[in-house]
């Protein structure tokens, strides 16, 4: 079975996930896994996801081989994704981790092709293991229960994978999901609350995470829409130290990363001790040697 999205996971298993991503905080881990090799594919851009997972499965003893982006590869001469996925499966590795955009459909390839996928970032279908990373982060701040986390994600929610797999987490976790923006970055999403100001979302919110404006997704009439220009999101939407200064000083801010610092994050935020997005990355190791570990090793 491939891992796509957190909605095939039930609350029990995502438990199970976190307590393993905290044993491996805690403990020296010395699994027998090196017997065992992962493919990481990847036809978009990465830093985190891709060296994280890579890390992962070192700690674990997995070796590890990339395909990152076409430089190199016979992508180079027109060979289809699909066919480069089919490809490296049949070299039998014993995982396949994948990022792609849309025009490659994860779920069909999963049917094709007999190595598990874990979804390293599809288009703007999901980012599972983003989205549990960034709970585990919250989770460790030990604020209690998570039904009382109001999470506002600010920015480009229209373009976002992360906001998709938090869509799917949040019910089977009972946190609380609202969107900030301007409306043309904003979806509608049942239950989840809109705001097209800022300093009324961050009333509503406990933590607050920002998105970046994936204008490398916009289509051309997105584009030439002058509502969207970055002069105009910055000054109504970029966290910065005159937005934050009155909101709550137990508030958290996290972001997926890559920030474009000056556009939906000032600099001086990087400083600021409510910042918590080089948890996110360290916990982006954990969570992703949990669930290497438990596709190989010990099933969830
Ligand atoms: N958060 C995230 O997916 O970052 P990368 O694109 O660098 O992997």
């Not at 937005?243 to 000056?262: C, D, M, T």
């Amino acid at each position: 079975m491939s891992f796509l999205s957190v909605k095939q996971l039930n609350t029990e298993q995502i438990e199970k996930l976190f307590q393993t991503a905290s044993f491996f905080k805690t403990k020296e881990v010395k699994p027998k896994l090196d017997d065992k090799i992962v493919s990481l594919i990847f036809f978009e851009p990465s830093t985190r996801t891709r060296m994280s997972f890579e890390v992962a499965a070192l700690r674990l003893g997995v070796k590890t081989h990339l395909l990152n982006n076409k430089l190199g590869t016979s992508l180079e001469k027109d060979e289809t994704l699909q066919d480069t996925v089919k490809n490296i499966a049949a070299m039998k590795p014993d995982l396949l981790v994948v990022r792609c955009n849309d025009d490659l459909d994860l779920a069909e390839m999963s049917k094709e092709v007999d190595v598990p996928i874990l979804n390293a970032g599809w288009g703007t279908q999901g980012h599972p293991t983003q989205a549990l990373l960034d709970i585990l982060t919250v989770k460790e701040q030990q604020r209690g229960l998570l039904n009382k986390e109001r999470i506002l994600f600010v920015g480009d929610v229209k373009h976002s994978r992360v906001v998709s797999s938090h869509l799917e987490l949040a019910p089977l976790l009972g946190y609380q999901i609202g969107f900030c923006g301007p409306e043309e970055m904003l979806i509608d999403s049942p239950g989840v609350q809109k705001f097209n100001q800022l300093s009324e979302g961050l009333k509503w919110a406990t933590t607050v995470y920002s998105l970046r404006v994936q204008f490398e997704r916009y289509s051309q009439k997105e584009k030439e829409n002058q509502q969207l220009t970055t002069a105009n999101f910055i000054s109504h939407f970029q966290l910065n130290a005159q937005a934050l200064s009155s909101w709550s000083k137990e508030g958290l801010i996290l972001h997926p990363g890559p920030v474009n610092y000056g556009v939906e994050l000032a600099p001086e935020i990087i400083k600021d001790s409510r910042n918590l997005i080089l948890k996110q990355v360290e916990h982006g190791v954990l969570v992703r040697m949990a669930l290497i570990y438990h596709f190989l090793k010990e099933q969830l």
